[in-house]
Every structure is written in structure tokens, then in C-alpha cells.
């Protein structure tokens, strides 16, 4: 990499439950893992203060899993729960490679992790601990990506790393349209308007009100979050 040096001071990393389990798309593979917190630990030792929310959906996804077997809200709170075995596993990889970490979580669950208090987040974070953020908003009909810009804004993040199983964002979606085109930069407003899959539209407005730009670039190669706050140029920046 030509240069080492980072250009943002706090960042919060959204990565994907799907993310996680690799090529299996069910479960946690380890060696996924533990390239990212690989990539993470760089980004560390750059004096980057890293916040991680984490999806649950290699375990369970609340929309989609429980439509017309389960009620909505139970199917979202066990979604919730899913992404709390994402962040101990998170952190027990991290801390396995030195990092200091802290689990909190938007539901309470003293014995495993600390609730979620900002004070307290931000704390750690300027610490150089990594603090992993885990039942998205806590609430129902929230995605973890609403969740991740939610975390951003009350820490005060200068921008959202979205980790993702595509490069960037395209006009169409280029696994079925050869002729889609990838973007270098977008606005919000054309996400919205063109209904990019992006994030979904709750989660990007709250960004857009809130004015942090989202960075979108595949974790295929977890080395990409330290270029992401390098500030190399890759993926897609929203703003």
C-alpha cells in the first residue's frame, strides 16, 4: 500500500452477517474472521478508532426467515440475538490477536456484554478499544444497517465503512445486467430516487439527514478496510 496514513480518526464498520460465513452463507467461518479482525488490528495500530455493527443474517433473518410462519417483532428480536453470536465471536478473534474489545448490546444481556450507553462507547473508543455493537437498534422493523448509522451518528464517526458482498454500487445490479456501471461517488438523493440497493431507504435517509458519507466496497478482501480508511480510492462513496 503507498500510504499508511489514515484519514479518518473514527470510523464505524458495518459488516454483513452473510459476510461472515463466507462462501457457506450459514454460520461463521474462522478464517473470514479472522482476516477481518486481521484488517481491524491494522487499523488500530493506525491510531483508527474502529466501532463494528454486526448483521445476523448467516444466522437468521428476521424478515425474511420468520415471513408468514412468525409474528414480525419475535421474528426481528430473535434476528437480534443472531448478531450477538456475530460479535462474541468478533471479539474473541480480536482479543485472541491482542485487541482490547467491548461488547454492547442495544438489549440488555449483562452476563455476556455491556448494555449499549454512548458515554460509555465513546470511551472505549477513544481508549483504542473496539466496541462491537450488537442487537441492531434494539427495536423491531430496523434493519442493522439503520442500527450502524444510528451507532455512527451518537459517536460521532466521521464515516460509515459498509463491508459487503459486492465492490460498490452499480446503476443495476450486475450480476443480471451486464451493461450496469459502477459508481465512484453518489449522492443520497440518486440512492433514493433510483432505489440503488444501497442500504435500505430508512437507513440512508437517516445518513443523509445526519451529512456522513457512506463508503461501499467488498469485504472479499478485508485488507480493503484499511485502503477504505487510507483513503484509497474503492467502492462507492454516497455523500
Known sequence: MASKEPVYK???LKISGEALSG???????FDVIRSVCAA?????????????????GNFWRGVKDGEGKMERTRADHMGMLATVMNCLALADVLEQMGVETRVQTAIEMRAIAEPYI???????????RVVIFGCGTGSPYFSTD????LRAAEVEADVILLAKNVDGVYSADPKKDPEAVKYDAISYNDVLAKRLAVMDSTATSLSMDNNIP???????????????????KIGTVVK
Open 214 to 232: 457512506v463508503l461501499l466496497f467488498a469485504l472479499s478482501e478485508p485488507e480493503n478496510i484499511v485502503r477504505a480508511v487510507c483513503g484509497e
Open 118 to 128: 454512548r458515554l460509555r462507547a465513546m470511551r472505549h473508543l477513544g481508549r483504542g
Open 23 to 29: 462462501t457457506r452463507g450459514f454460520g461463521l467461518n
Open 146 to 149: 439503520t442500527a450502524a448509522v
Open 40 to 56: 481491524v488490528r491494522q487499523c488500530i495500530e493506525l491510531g483508527v478508532e474502529v466501532g463494528i455493527v454486526v448483521g445476523g
Open 10 to 12: 473514527r470510523v464505524l
